[in-house]
């Protein structure tokens, strides 16, 4: 079945560092991949989205590029902040199928803690 | 009011009460979930909703009980739940459910703790 496999975390990184999460998926037919982010106390925010392979999606100096001969939507930052401590999940949404909706699969989530 | 939004934010219930929470959108969506949140577990989908009518039911305990009267509303009736159900309760809304460019936006959740 689909499922999407992220890195393990907490991620903590000094303000200003590079920052990479590692996602990668497994889906039959041709999927669209997102990165949600969710701050402390809130819900998820869509931070990119990527509908075919070769596209980048790109959100406040966030990026993440569509590889699918590498079945990956790394997520990257060249530099962070500490306003960017928060829970990243990616996701990826297939076509419907016999058994599939559209509906989006959720990975387990990576925590970023960015220290100042 | 835009967006997604869920009332109550927070709720303290003991295991013989009833409750409900409340999702409300404001985008013209036709699609609505229902997701858990639990610490150390990814994001559990519960139910899903499409035009008012259920699509799926993720093998939910009979204690949760969705409601959709109109494509605006969701609600998630609670009754004789247990301690490991304490969680974040999340609602989402999506412009139409087949589309696999499908975008979810997601309410402020309500964090519920049973006692």
């Known amino acids: 079945g689909n499922s999407v496999t992220q890195m393990e975390g907490p991620v903590t990184l000094s303000e200003e560092a590079f920052l990479t999460i590692n996602c990668t998926y497994t889906a039959t037919g041709y999927p669209s991949l997102f990165w949600y982010v969710q701050y402390p106390g809130e819900g998820l925010q869509l931070l990119l989205k990527a509908t075919k392979a070769d596209d980048k999606g790109s959100n406040k100096g966030f990026e993440a590029t569509y590889r699918k001969e590498t079945t990956s939507f790394h997520l990257e930052k060249g530099s962070v902040q500490v306003s960017d401590s928060a829970v990243y999940f990616c996701?990826?949404?297939?076509?419907?199928?016999?058994?599939?909706?559209?509906?989006?699969?959720f990975g387990q989530g990576t925590t970023l803690q960015v220290k100042p | 009011e835009t967006g997604v939004t869920q009332t109550p934010r927070h709720l303290v219930m003991g295991m013989t009460n009833k409750k409900s929470l409340k999702c409300e959108q404001h985008l013209g969506h036709n699609a609505m979930y229902w997701y858990k949140q639990s610490a150390k577990k990814p994001l559990e989908l519960m139910f899903v909703?499409?035009?008012?009518?259920?699509?799926e039911n993720n093998s939910v305990p009979s204690r949760f009980s969705p409601e959709c009267p109109n494509s605006s509303h969701l609600f998630l009736h609670l009754h004789t739940l247990q301690p490991e159900d304490s969680a974040l309760y999340l609602c989402?809304?999506?412009?139409?459910?087949?589309?696999?460019?499908?975008?979810?936006?997601f309410g402020p959740g309500t964090r519920l703790t049973v006692l």
């Open positions: 996701a990826l949404s297939d076509l419907p199928g016999s058994s599939n909706t559209g509906k989006l699969i």
């Open positions: 989402a809304s999506s412009p139409r459910l087949w589309d696999r460019t499908n975008e979810q936006f």
């Open positions: 909703y499409n035009f008012k009518e259920q699509t």
